[in-house]
């Protein structure tokens, strides 16, 4: 529905995201996927399974991404033994230097486009934040079974 804040959450949403890979392809050689997906390992407890979760992906589809960005040496992963079919993941140095530097890049360039906005940095961190833990908060309470709410 044009014009309603949802409609033009998910608009600004998608224009980041394109910039940023555009952004990171010309100064960094990766892709805004890749990055997002070596930042998530850094953001969950390691395995295959909560990356996926973090992403909103099928574990196929980040099974694929997981093997593009261990070959290309940014990437381990480890199957620990009685762990199942547990895979635990984990920047390798090189990986953790490019989401070092491609983070600083992208929040480099979102300050400035909020600074040329005229929103202020500070109060649009907050409500971001504040919106960010109603969703998890949310998220955790329909997981709960009924009654323990």
């Known amino acids: 529905m ?3 804040l949802s409609h033009d959450l998910h608009k600004l949403t998608g ?5 940023a890979d555009d952004l990171l392809r010309r100064h960094a050689e990766v892709s805004y996927s890749r990055f997002l997906t ?3 390992v850094t953001q969950t407890g390691g395995s ?13 589809s980040t099974s694929r991404m997981v093997g593009v960005l261990a ?3 940014l990437l381990t992963v480890a199957r620990p033994a009685g762990a199942g079919n547990r895979r635990l993941l984990q920047p390798t140095d090189d990986g953790a230097r490019l989401v070092e530097r491609c983070g600083l890049l992208l929040e480099d360039r979102f300050t400035d486009l909020v600074d040329r906005s005229g929103v202020s940095y500070v109060a649009y961190q907050r409500d971001t934040r504040r919106l960010l833990a109603r ?3 949310d998220q955790q309470t329909a997981l709960e ?5």
Do not use: S
Not at 15 to 19: E, Q, T
């Open 15 to 19: 224009r980041l995201d394109r910039v």
């Open 38 to 40: 070596l930042f998530a």
């Open 145 to 149: 079974p009924e009654g323990e709410a």
């Open 135 to 137: 969703l998890e908060t």
């Open 71 to 73: 070959e290309q040496g």
């Open 2 to 4: 044009p014009g309603a």
């Open 48 to 60: 295959q399974r909560e990356l996926a979760q973090w992403l909103g992906l099928t574990e196929p």
